[in-house]
């Protein structure tokens, strides 16, 4: 409970962090690519999707869709649209001459991968879960509200991954159980090894570090405030280098992955969320690079399974998912095997991994906050 606030040892704090990035320029050309009285965009407006944006020369108050969103002096401020947003959002800049400028923006419409999965949503919590879960949702919560208030300038850099390999969950997949939905997965996961180095994507200020017990779900959790109500989270990690209210750099080491709280084999979990607002970290990272995988590329994302809890039922994993950094859509081979233990396979161990991040997804179902 009181996990939070480990003293941790100045010794455990990993490497020099490399120098800052500079903000990178554009990746997309500015949609308002107007002079001083408009606004400027960086970044493409879409379901969950983050944008950094300059305001009019002389904005004095900026407001999307009638809340208020912090500027810098420079004019520079950060917005974001959560997966299910709809299709417009209006950004008013009241300027101190007394106008005021609006721009309607248009909010590209995302589809979402279903994951259909032919089994209960999930069994009934114990009253003791649900006490240890209270508790530690309350502190991420309170994460969340320092967020708000957090000073860095991490959101405008340009965002590194935190670790690089095989992206095994997409943020937004939305899970479907005997037809109910579920919730959608709220974060991007990586599977590494266990104890792989996680880098700060961007500078920031720690504003949560489970050290001590893991939480329930998350396990050893960490979360970094960016600036502007923008934060990272970081589940399952086996180890914590830092502690709250640390500032770290980007690319500096800020703990190790593990599969700590519920997970069945070590991975990342990635998460950013802005003002309530979770984003799809994949745009936001630059490119994965390709692994060192041999087969990667050929050998995963086809298949079918059974889940253990459902007998011969099968859930369907060949639809189009990111693997090895790269989309892959393969039509279900007709030659699987069931095996003991509920699970068929095509023999690769790359198969075998991507059953276990399937099953993680399915066992992470219930009460996931972050
Ligand atoms: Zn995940």
């Known amino acids: 409970m009181a996990g939070m606030a480990m003293a941790m040892l100045a ?84 300027r101190s001459d007394g106008s005021a400028i609006t721009d309607t923006l248009a909010v590209l419409p995302r589809l979402w991968r279903l994951e259909e999965l032919p089994i209960p949503k999930g069994t009934t919590p114990t009253p003791e879960f649900l006490a240890q879960r209270s508790a530690e949702l309350a502190q991420i919560k309170a994460a969340r509200v320092i967020a708000v208030a957090t000073q860095s300038d991490g959101w405008r850099q340009a965002f590194i991954w935190p670790v690089t390999g095989r992206i095994s969950g997409l943020f937004g997949a939305q899970r479907v ?15 590494v090894p266990q104890g792989t180095p996680v880098r700060a994507p ?93 087969g990667c590329a050929s050998s995963v994302a086809k298949g079918r399974a059974s889940h253990p809890a459902t007998g011969s039922q099968r859930l369907r994993i060949d639809d189009q998912f990111r693997f090895c ?14 095996l003991a233990g509920g699970l068929s396979t095509d023999g690769s161990p790359i198969f075998q991994q991507v059953m276990n991040d399937l099953l993680q997804v399915i066992s992470g179902e219930i009460f996931t906050e972050i």
């Open 202 to 294: 961007a500078d920031g200020v720690v504003l949560l570090a489970a050290s001590g017990d893991p939480f329930t779900l998350e396990g050893h959790l960490l979360m970094v405030g960016h600036g502007m109500g923008l934060d990272s989270a970081f589940l399952h990690l086996s180890h914590i280098d830092v502690k709250v209210g640390d500032v770290v750099r980007q690319g500096q080491v800020i703990g190790e992955s593990g599969m700590s709280g519920r997970a069945t084999g070590p991975h990342l979990h990635w998460a950013l969320t802005w003002r309530g607002e979770r984003i799809d970290p994949l745009p936001v990272a630059p490119p994965m690079p390709a692994p060192d995988v041999p």
């Open 177 to 191: 159980y005997n037809g109910e939905k579920g919730s959608f997965h709220s974060g991007l996961d990586v599977a």
């Open 325 to 338: 950094g790269q989309f892959v859509s393969e039509p279900l081979p007709s030659d699987q095997k069931n």
């Open 11 to 94: 010794s455990c704090v990993g490497p020099p962090p490399s120098p800052t990035t500079v903000i990178a320029p554009p990746p997309h050309a500015p949609s308002h690519a107007l002079p001083s009285g408009s606004f400027v965009f960086r970044g493409t407006i879409s379901q969950g999707a983050m944008l950094i944006g300059t305001a009019p020369n002389g904005t004095t108050v900026l407001t999307l869709d009638g809340e208020a969103v912090p500027l810098t002096s420079d004019g520079r401020f950060l917005i974001a649209f959560g997966r299910d947003h709809g299709p417009s959002a209006t950004l008013i800049a009241r």
